[in-house]
């Protein structure tokens, strides 16, 4: 390589000492978008909520009246429309794409809205499904958004990589359940943070305990959770526990996710403010 080299870096052992910056991966928005904020949702696999927690913390920041959206980037497991009762055809124009709103006003994008039949099959490979994200950023006009939240792939590997380097993110958050080993995936996402330089909000841990009705009584269905030390190993703050709720379930199955009453993470979201 270096016998090509016009410029060497520091790291190759060239015998020029001008430094080479990093390469700027990051893609454009489209000139008309403006976004605040950008949060990354991740998991250590598919089915633990990590969907579900996306649409939680921008419920709650819509609620509190700053304008939100979620980039949908489980472009195989595509969820967030459905729970929030959004169908396509998605409305273009000749610069770009206009993101449909949910009910209350959150802007959303997701593959689902772009198939013939939403529970089509999305069978892509990792570079397909990582320029799809890239066009969402860049294609999409995000107008005036204060907070976007992505729902990322599940697993932290190389899709969410290279999600990661490409789109501007401000902070992750972590989404866990008590029957996985919590300390491997935190570890992973940690390791994935440091190498982009990215904050970590927090963890979420979802599927926490069950309140019964009948008694007001916390289960703890998984057993005893190992979040809190896998979150003091890490030096991370836990910003959220959710219960599981048939509620919750029967909001999403219907489309209804903006009627779900309860605000489960107000806490995640003042962390979201904070940062
Ligand atoms: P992921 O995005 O991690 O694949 P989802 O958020 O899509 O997971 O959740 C998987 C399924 O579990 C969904 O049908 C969702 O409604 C349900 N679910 C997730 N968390 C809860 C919960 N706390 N209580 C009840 N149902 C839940």
Same mark, same amino acid.
């Given at each position: 390589?270096?016998?090509?080299?016009?410029?060497?870096?520091?790291?190759?052992?060239?015998?020029?000492?001008?430094?080479?910056?990093?390469?700027?991966?990051?893609?454009?928005?489209?000139?008309?978008?403006?976004?605040?904020?950008?949060?990354? @949702?991740?998991? =250590?696999?598919?089915? @633990?909520?990590?969907?579900?927690?996306?649409?939680?913390? *921008?419920?709650?920041?819509?609620?509190?009246?700053?304008?939100?959206?979620?980039?949908?980037?489980?472009?195989?497991?595509?969820?967030?429309?459905?729970?929030?009762?959004?169908?396509?055809?998605?409305?273009?124009?000749?610069?770009?794409?206009?993101?449909?709103?949910?009910?209350?006003?959150?802007?959303?994008?997701? %593959?689902?809205?772009?198939?013939?039949?939403?529970?089509?099959? @999305?069978?892509?490979? #990792?570079? %397909?499904?990582?320029?799809?994200?890239?066009?969402?950023?860049?294609?999409?006009?995000?107008?005036? %958004?204060?907070? +976007?939240?992505?729902?990322?792939?599940?697993?932290?590997?190389? @899709?969410?990589?290279?999600?990661?380097?490409?789109?501007?993110?401000?902070?992750?958050?972590?989404?866990?359940?008590?029957?996985?080993?919590?300390?491997?995936?935190?570890?992973? *996402?940690?390791?994935?943070?440091? +190498?982009?330089?990215?904050?970590?909000? =927090?963890?979420?841990?979802?599927?926490?305990?069950?309140?019964?009705?009948?008694?007001?009584?916390?289960?703890?269905?998984?057993?005893?959770?190992?979040?809190?030390?896998?979150?003091?190993?890490?030096?991370?703050?836990?910003?959220?526990? %959710?219960?599981?709720?048939?509620?919750?379930?029967?909001?999403?199955?219907?489309?209804?996710?903006?009627?779900?009453?309860?605000?489960?993470?107000?806490? #995640?979201?003042?962390?979201?403010? *904070?940062?």
């Amino acid at each position: 390589m270096s016998g090509n080299c016009e410029s060497s870096c520091g790291g190759c052992g060239g015998s020029q000492d001008t430094k080479q910056e990093p390469q700027d991966l990051k893609k454009q928005l489209h000139p008309k978008s403006k976004i605040g904020k950008v949060i990354g @949702v991740v998991s =250590g696999k598919g089915g @633990v909520g990590k969907s579900l927690v996306t649409t939680l913390m *921008a419920l709650e920041m819509n609620r509190r009246g700053y304008k939100t959206a979620i980039l949908d980037a489980d472009i195989t497991g595509p969820s967030i429309p459905k729970s929030f009762g959004v169908k396509g055809p998605v409305r273009t124009q000749d610069d770009g794409v206009i993101p449909p709103k949910s009910k209350t006003g959150i802007d959303l994008i997701s %593959i689902n809205l772009f198939l013939e039949k939403e529970d089509d099959p @999305v069978l892509w490979r #990792a570079p %397909i499904v990582t320029s799809t994200v890239n066009q969402f950023w860049q294609e999409v006009i995000w107008e005036d %958004i204060d907070y +976007m939240f992505i729902d990322m792939p599940p697993g932290t590997g190389d @899709v969410s990589l290279t999600i990661f380097q490409s789109l501007r993110i401000d902070g992750i958050i972590i989404v866990t359940s008590p029957q996985e080993l919590v300390s491997m995936i935190v570890s992973k *996402a940690v390791k994935m943070a440091q +190498m982009m330089n990215i904050p970590i909000v =927090g963890l979420i841990e979802n599927m926490s305990y069950f309140k019964c009705p009948d008694n007001g009584k916390d289960y703890k269905i998984f057993g005893e959770s190992h979040i809190d030390e896998t979150a003091k190993q890490y030096g991370l703050d836990i910003i959220g526990k %959710i219960p599981i709720d048939p509620q919750l379930s029967e909001n999403v199955g219907k489309g209804t996710i903006e009627d779900y009453p309860v605000d489960v993470l107000k806490e #995640a979201a003042d962390m979201v403010v *904070a940062i």
